[in-house]
């Protein structure tokens, strides 16, 4: 089984500001990981994701995040937000499935709310 | 192309009734997944359809079901719904061999 920890509920910071909001997993399994977007009243945007080589993923709207496995965490950072990153933001884990096929396991989510 | 379609995006029903839910996913995606999402457990994943069969099932009671068709487009059906089924129904789809997952709008479902 997968369990995906985030930490922080809310982070609130100020425009131009950077940015980090953490996530931890736990997997029997190896694992993808990936980090996802929502914004009110509707569905997922995906950020970006982490599937292997390089630790360090450059995903949309300036985003990035680092996986590290020793502490089983995948971090995602932006160095300047902006008033429109305001959201809700969900970091997922996708055992590989010796059927094939996708079982994500999703955080509690952090709002990010972004301040003038 | 066009984007993951669910239809209707709002629904309201009656505890006891049954409800049926629709996706149209991605052209080309055959794989396409369902998840549920509320306040309480956040969001959860109910099944996987790939090839018109289950190929992957979450933690959910038997009145959660699916089906696929022979077009990819899904829908999942939730009979004898309870209070606790209200909640935003999202639709996920994904090409075959790769990870990443669309989603679509979501319905949302109330429940009186």
């Known amino acids: 089984a997968q369990s995906v920890t985030q930490l922080d509920s809310q982070v609130p910071v100020f425009e131009e500001a950077p940015v980090e909001l953490r996530c931890n997993y736990s997997?029997?399994?190896?694992?993808?990981l990936f980090w996802y977007v929502q914004y009110p009243n509707q569905g997922l945007q995906l950020l970006l994701k982490?599937?292997?080589?390089?630790?360090l993923v450059k995903g949309i709207n300036g985003f990035e995040a680092e996986f590290n496995k020793s502490q089983t965490s995948f971090h995602l950072r932006k160095p300047s937000v902006h008033i429109s990153d305001t959201a809700e933001y969900f970091c997922a884990v996708s055992p590989i499935l010796t059927g094939g096929g996708n079982k994500l396991t999703f955080g509690t989510g952090t709002q990010l709310k972004v301040e003038l | 192309k066009a984007g993951v379609t669910q239809t209707p995006r709002y629904l309201i029903k009656t505890r006891g009734q049954q409800v049926t839910l629709s996706c149209s996913p991605i052209s080309g995606h055959r794989s396409v997944s369902w998840y549920q999402q509320t306040p309480g457990q956040g969001l959860q994943f109910l099944f996987e359809?790939?090839?018109?069969?289950?190929?992957n099932k979450g933690n959910f009671p038997g009145r959660f079901s699916g089906r696929q068709f022979s077009n990819s487009r899904s829908e999942m059906n939730v009979s004898t719904l309870e209070l606790g089924d209200s909640a935003l129904y999202l639709c996920a789809s994904s090409h075959e061999g790769y990870y990443e997952q669309y989603f679509g709008p979501g319905t949302r479902l109330t429940v009186t």
């Open positions: 982490y599937l292997s080589g390089s630790t």
């Open positions: 359809y790939f090839s018109e069969t289950q190929r």
């Open positions: 997997s029997s399994v190896s694992v993808y």
